[in-house]
């Protein structure tokens, strides 16, 4: 069998993106993103409170030890937050994709021949050097590759289509991707008690709403990666996240991610997610069924590589190719 590097959309991938080509969804969305235009009558929020630079963010995560005081600071500040009313809710309607980032990197500032910009422990820095150097050679394995969820933080980088669903007591940050929903608790209540915690693919969120941003502390995770060619985080990892419309086609998240066995200090990142241009209503977010594509039925090989399973270049009686 011949290992192989997996295109990082043609490894997981289900529903109506499949169907057109990994090359065609990608020209889809980069020409949707191009032609983005804002929805009549919605005027941006970003005037009505300046947004901090990202040194000022840098540091505020520094001066706070775990995510979840950076969490409590932030919700102390806004005086516990505020409950949204059903006729005052935030315009985050449409259908969006992150805008690109060079290799899909957790920090959209990474240099296109650059590093990741986190500071990471030495045993993290070395691993995540192997993992680059590895991938130079051809040998690379997505945890993904088996149609798992991606988890968060992960969950913030993945491509495809996203919609995200205000209501006074929830947020659903919806991601396409094998159907990955993130639930926002903005009711009031707190952390499921620490008895009854086990990790989770996208852990456990509860937030806040400050004006028209919204707050989230993420707790209860799993450990995973980035992206390929990132670091690793453990399940330790916690985040902190504010999410704010920075303008009519643009939706904008800081993000802090702390784990004390990965990271030296908390690494913040700010992302944004690109609304696309739908005037004719037809973009769709369908059911995602990652098995019903061929391509995903991958194993991991003994140095690590990927590589089809029952896959050969060869006709065989009655067979061709590989089957799930």
């Known amino acids: 069998m011949k290992s192989f590097d997996p295109p990082v959309l043609g490894v997981l991938c289900g529903g109506a993106l499949c169907k057109y080509g990994v090359i ?21 929020t970003a005037a009505s409170q300046p947004d901090p630079t990202k040194p000022e963010q840098i540091e505020l995560g520094l001066r706070h030890k775990t995510a979840f005081e950076l969490y409590q600071a932030l919700r102390e500040q806004a005086k516990g937050g505020q409950r949204l009313a059903w006729n005052a809710l935030p315009n985050w309607s449409g259908v969006y994709t992150r805008t690109p980032a060079p290799g899909f990197a957790f920090d959209p500032d990474q240099p296109a021949d650059g590093l990741p910009t986190a500071k990471l422990t030495q045993a993290f820095q070395a691993r995540m050097m192997t993992r680059i150097d590895d991938a130079k050679r051809g040998i690379e394995w ?33 991601n396409e991707m094998v159907n990955d929903v993130r639930r926002i608790y903005t009711d009031g209540r707190e952390h499921t008690p620490e008895a009854d915690r086990y990790p989770l693919y996208d852990g456990d969120s509860i937030g806040f709403w400050d004006g028209q941003r919204l707050v989230i ?48 200090e908390p690494w913040f990142v700010r992302m944004t997610y690109t609304k696309l241009d739908d005037p004719d209503k037809s973009l769709r977010i369908r059911y995602w069924n990652c098995g019903e594509n061929e ?7 003994k140095d690590g590589a990927t590589e089809f399973r029952d896959f050969t270049f060869t006709k065989k009686p009655g067979k061709q190719g590989a089957k799930p």
């Open 24 to 44: 065609a969804a990608f020209a889809v969305l980069a020409c949707a993103c191009a032609k983005a235009q804002a929805p009549a009558g919605t005027t941006s």
């Open 142 to 174: 997505d945890p993904i590759s088996t149609c798992a969820p991606p988890g968060h933080p992960r969950w913030l980088t993945e491509p495809f289509l996203r919609e995200f669903i205000v209501t006074p007591d929830q947020t659903w940050l919806i």
């Open 217 to 264: 502390h993420t707790n209860q995770l799993r450990a995973g990666i980035y992206q390929r060619s990132q670091p690793d985080y453990t399940d330790q990892v916690e985040t902190v996240e504010i999410w704010r419309k920075a303008d009519d086609r643009t939706l904008a998240a800081d993000v802090w991610a702390y784990d004390p066995p990965a990271l030296v």
């Open 295 to 301: 391509n995903n039925s991958v194993q991991q090989t």
